[in-house]
């Protein structure tokens, strides 16, 4: 089986797993919490997803309906809200 050495190092080796895979279950819960407590559309789409509705988001912000956009209409300071007014009329 293990010699001495090997059995600490693999008891070691297997608590460290089992408290990364804690850690990171923990993390993901309160991520969740916390994007549900500061997150308006975050709880609208949690909302959406549990009722069965189909997204409450405005159909101009769908991805279904926006049409690509040459790179020579990207604004070259990466002024992301320049474009958004150039399609939608309002910065989103």
């Not at 070691?12 to 994007?35: D, G, P």
């Not at 069965?52 to 405005?58: F, K, L, M, N, V």
Request: charged residues 20%.
């Amino acid at each position: 089986m293990y010699r001495d050495g090997e059995a600490l190092n693999h008891q070691s080796l297997s608590f460290a797993i089992e408290l990364t895979n804690v850690l990171q279950t923990i993390s993901f819960s309160c991520n969740f919490v916390v994007y549900a407590l500061l997150n308006v559309h975050f709880r609208q789409a949690v909302k959406d997803v549990v009722c069965c509705r189909r997204s409450t988001a405005d159909a101009d912000h769908s991805a279904v309906n926006r049409q690509p956009v040459e790179m020579s209409q990207w604004p070259i300071a990466g002024d992301r809200r320049q474009l958004d007014r150039q399609r939608y009329g309002t910065a989103i």
